[in-house]
């Protein structure tokens, strides 16, 4: 058994959760209002490519795009949070697909 925390502790432990929380950012891609969405390859930024999208959620009401479809070979898409970016390692190289605005 462990001592008793008195009321402070408690509190700066939950802001202290609080804190963290909010300071952490959201990247998820959540799919525009029109539901068309743009990818660029970070390779070539020039153009930007209309994606086809294989699997969505819904979160709080938004809808979030899971996997997209590769422009290149097909095959889906994950989304990964380091890159901020989507992934598609099936043909050969490495692609990173960042999701873009249409304008």
Known sequence: ??????????????MKAYRKKRMKN???????????VYIMD???PTKKIKAEVVKKR???HREIIESLACPICGNPMEW????????CM???K???????AEG
Do not use: C
């Open 1 to 14: 058994m462990g001592r008793r925390q008195t009321m402070m502790e408690k509190y700066k432990q939950q």
């Open 26 to 36: 959201d990247n998820t891609p959540f799919i525009p209002l029109d539901g068309n």
């Open 42 to 44: 970070t390779l070539n």
């Open 58 to 60: 819904t979160k709080q």
């Open 80 to 87: 990964d949070s380091a890159w901020e970016a989507f992934v």
């Open 90 to 92: 099936k043909h050969g």
């Open 94 to 100: 490495k692609a990173i697909y960042e999701v873009v």
